[in-house]
């Protein structure tokens, strides 16, 4: 019996750390007055695929349900959660989720996510608190080797606008960037009217690291109010973690966006340790207009599955054995719940000794039990 591609099982510490992460992000989350929410696993696709949304069907688990819609296994949350909300009363602001994705594109078919999502709220609250929560979160599961990373779709998609370019050669171009590919940028714009665009792309995608970069392109683009804009936003949120005692903020100019939706800010988490991302996001205001509402729309969702493998190895505690008889197996039973800080099986014989630390003999003597250490 073997399994599809993607799909794995998995026992012990791996899963232990995901429910002790499961766990500290509600607390967290709670605590923050974030509401839960779950959409279910199964949804149409158009749920993801419709324009504004964007997700590419191709990566998606998916079938056709006896109408000849196509269904498939969620592969986003926030394009879910947007569908849900959209129409309920805005007064409420703050949700949390905590689920398996399934996308084809990934490692695995299946991450497990806990993210938040941040709708009606003024601008740069939304921002600061997605990355506050991020960094309370991460300080709760004692991760500290971390760093933020800071990016704005405007850049990109704002320099294209000042070049004469189709719709095929920007998401050429997009792609290029994504992979920070400069030949493949070249070889998009040379002998073309945007040629000139070359040096500026290449440019760009160097464009990351600490925050000097930002007074750099103040100076490259003080003729360019837009993009001056976009780095006042950023600059004034780096100052928010800076004063927050976020670890370290970099930026990156040049990133492009991995999901279609987001149209602003966008962030990742990374861990030092293997660069692995442990949360991504971004605004997305856009995904309600599809419900005909003007808002703000901010989130963030971590990688549970990334933190479960970087979080501090939890010792376990000692594997204690009880070996009792139906005369005594009552008495084992009580004793267990009246100590639940350890762990006990109880049995009532062992063959292979080497499965535990410890191996006791539970005895009645006329009325009374005996707990007695082989
Ligand atoms: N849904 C995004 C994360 C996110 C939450 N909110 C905004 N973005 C992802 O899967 O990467």
Redesign the pocket.
Known sequence: MFLPEGSQDETGNLISNRLTALEIFRRITNSRNFRPISTPVVEYASTFTNDVAGMDLQWMLKWFNSDGEIEVLRP???AAIARAIASQHPSERKWTYQGS?FRMDKHGTENR?A?I?IVHEERFLGESESLLTAAAYLNELNISNYVIELSHTGIFEGILTLYPLNDEQKRQLHDAMYEKQEDYVKEILKNTNAESLIQPLIELMDAYGSREIIDEYKQRWQDTPSLLEILDQIEELIRLLEQAKVPEVIIDLGRVK??PYYDGIMFRGFLVEDGSTCF???R?DRLYKQFELQTSA????FDVDVLAKHMPVIQPSEKLCFIVDSTTHAYAEQYRIEHPDLRIDIRYSVDSELVYDRIYHVIKDRETYKVVER
């Open positions: 986003d949350w926030t994705v996510q993210g999502e991995n999901l991504s996001g971004g997305y901010v989130g963030l969702a």
